[in-house]
């Protein structure tokens, strides 16, 4: 049974739901109560005369000659639930933990600003297991499929002993779970559901530019809930919301090992994307390429297009004949596949957009960014770029170019934050 959401069909008869109406009329315009998003009436209206909603269409199409109808939340029993997790953490992250289960208690929202690398799942496992122990009803949402794919099973992993439901595009079963991880859009489909709700990568396309997906979260809280908003490069939004305490912040610039992010080396490529497209390999990217597999770690290759990835790792398997390598991006259905043959350690090396600058952990990598000064690198981006060094105890370190023929703003500013934090993190004495 589908408690505290709002579903197209009507439940069965013994079940106590709530009907509602699914859009709101206004003389010329139409608000879908779902996703709260207006349309104008002459651009959505269908042979039938009703109205439809095009902006949360691909959760299943809302009609105005339609109704919803919600199952509110039932009242859960406490469970004896024991996390599972055999780690520890380190004082800092113990400080964050305890905030955490603070938040939860007192239903009140908070702002984890911790560096990548930094154990922001493990620090939740503490607040996870009180909330689900006195009956609660957990939510984490992310705007990654890919990220909500890595998490399900580390989440199995520390509460084997509850059903936990996993949600995407692509998912197909639905039950009544006390934990449920999914992505930003599925939480639209909830209704005053959860008692925890942890939001990671609130920085992250699309959920930072989307409205929509900010009514979802708002919507998918019960009237008395803990709200955890989790990332690593914070929006503007979010400092002031947190200057203007309106929302309470913690923060931790320091990784679980102790060790300092490592900084990009800027590289001057010149005339990199004309190399590419007459079919040509800069000299200097395949320099550092040469260098990279001679140290015998993996690395990630970060393109700014589709379009000059796929050129690209055509020239490089004439020249990388006897390497093991491919591409990865957001329309390749074999992804989630070539990623974990990435992180089993079957490739040399992986071509990639930004679809892997955040959220996914390969142990021992390193990063090249060909083209770093392109638009679509912004300095929160590259931040996230960048933290997928270093990230294992057993390779603290690693390699980081980010190759460019003219330096940008946004390349500056990601270096010149990642210096500040880890003067921070030194100053607090929390890295070697």
């Excluded at 620090?123 to 984490?140: D, T």
């Excluded at 490529?269 to 390999?281: D, H």
Aim: proline share 4%.
């Amino acid at each position: 049974m589908e408690y505290g959401r709002r579903v197209l069909e009507k439940p069965a008869d013994s079940v106590n739901f709530i009907q509602m109406p699914s859009m709101i009329e206004s003389e010329n315009f139409v608000q879908c109560v779902r996703c709260e998003q207006y349309s104008k009436k002459d651009e959505v209206c269908l042979p039938s005369g009703a109205y439809f909603c095009p902006h949360c269409i691909e959760l299943g199409r809302v009609t105005s000659n339609e109704s919803l109808y919600f199952i509110p939340a039932k009242q859960r029993s406490p469970l004896l639930i024991a996390c599972k997790w055999q780690g520890r953490l380190t004082p800092a992250q113990s400080e964050i933990a305890e905030k955490i289960v603070k938040t939860i208690n007192c239903c009140s929202k908070l702002l984890v600003y911790a560096v990548t690398g930094a154990g922001k799942t493990e620090m939740l496992f503490c607040g996870i297991e009180m909330a689900l122990s006195e009956g609660k009803r957990v939510g984490i949402a992310n705007p990654r499929v890919d990220v909500c794919v890595e998490l399900y099973p580390r989440i199995c992993a520390a509460f084997p002993d509850i059903k936990v439901l996993v949600l995407h595009g692509e998912s197909k079963d639905y039950f009544d779970a006390k934990l449920v991880i999914c992505t930003t859009h599925q939480l639209l489909r909830f209704y005053q559901a959860f008692d925890v709700l942890i939001v990671d990568e609130i920085d992250a396309f699309p959920f930072v530019n989307e409205k929509m997906l900010q009514v979802g979260v708002k919507n998918a809280l019960k009237k008395s809930a803990a709200l955890i908003y989790l990332t690593a490069t914070p929006t503007k939004n979010l400092l002031k919301d947190v200057q203007k305490k309106k929302l309470e912040m913690a923060t931790l610039p320091a990784r679980f090992h102790k060790y300092q992010l490592v900084v990009p080396k800027f590289c001057w490529v010149s005339r990199w994307y004309q190399l590419v497209e007459n079919g040509k390999t800069p000299k200097k990217l395949l320099k550092i390429m040469t260098e990279l597999l001679a140290e015998g770690f993996p690395f990630l290759l970060f393109c700014p297009a589709i379009e000059w990835m796929e050129k690209l790792e055509k020239l490089l398997k004439k020249i990388f004949c006897q390497k093991t390598f491919t591409a990865v991006s957001a329309v390749d259905k074999k992804r989630a596949e070539k990623i974990q043959r990435m992180r089993e350690g079957l490739y040399d090396f992986l071509l990639t957009t930004t679809i892997l600058e955040r959220g996914v952990t390969l142990p021992k990598i390193s990063v090249i960014v060909l083209g770093a000064n392109h638009c679509i690198f912004t300095k929160s981006t590259l931040i996230q770029i960048s933290g997928r060094v270093g990230r294992s105890k057993k390779r603290t370190g690693g390699k980081l170019y980010f190759l460019h023929d003219g330096k940008s703003q946004a390349m500056i500013a990601a270096k010149d934050e990642i210096k500040k934090i880890n003067y921070l993190a030194k100053k607090r004495g929390l890295i070697k």
